[in-house]
């Protein structure tokens, strides 16, 4: 029998029952950005890490308000969200050098859509030879680096952005 070791589930699967709300949505308190991997927010939009990602870098961009279709934008919001993956394409560029990137949206569940009622872009940065007989043999995605390490790698990139500054 092979073991997969992945400790970081644990708290997936202690949490799953209390998760509450959108995942997307900014609370009122000053919560803790990093423990949520929420990585910049716009007038319109935020860039979060995936919890769960196909690749190291896998980020995800919503609009700040609560639509589940593109019809429920308007065109600020809509410039907003697509500038902010815009600016994510380029900071995953620059921190992670990737050769290429998968860039999506899945609307409705038929489509794929884990959470429905948020539209929310998917930014994965691909490299050649990231896919390897362990997802093609075992249905097993590796990723190489801890979360939150990747997270402290890009946020000083848009930590930048907030501030207008250098990282």
């Not at 949505?25 to 319109?44: A, G, M, Q, S, V």
């Not at 609560?66 to 019809?71: E, G, N, R, T, Y």
């Not at 998968?102 to 930014?123: C, M, P, R, S, Y």
Request: glycine share 8%; aromatic share 10%; with cysteine.
């Amino acid at each position: 029998m092979s073991v997969l070791w992945a400790p970081w589930r644990m708290q997936y699967i202690l949490k799953h029952d209390e998760c509450e709300g959108c995942i997307f949505c900014l609370k009122e308190t000053n919560e803790d950005h990093r423990e949520r991997l929420i990585l910049f927010t716009n007038e319109y939009a935020l860039v979060m890490m995936n919890r769960y990602p196909y690749n190291n870098g896998h980020l995800l961009v919503a609009p700040l308000r609560h639509c589940a279709s593109l019809d429920d934008l308007d065109s600020e919001e809509l410039l907003g969200v697509v500038d902010l993956m815009r600016t994510s394409i380029q900071t995953l560029k620059e921190v992670m050098q990737p050769t290429g990137f998968n860039v999506g949206l899945n609307l409705g569940t038929t489509a794929g859509a884990g959470i429905e009622d948020h539209l929310h872009f998917h930014v994965v940065p691909r490299w050649a030879g990231d896919t390897n007989y362990m997802t093609v043999v075992g249905e097993i995605r590796v990723i190489p680096e801890h979360l939150l390490a990747t997270y402290d790698r890009l946020y000083p990139y848009f930590n930048a952005l907030r501030h207008g500054g250098d990282k």
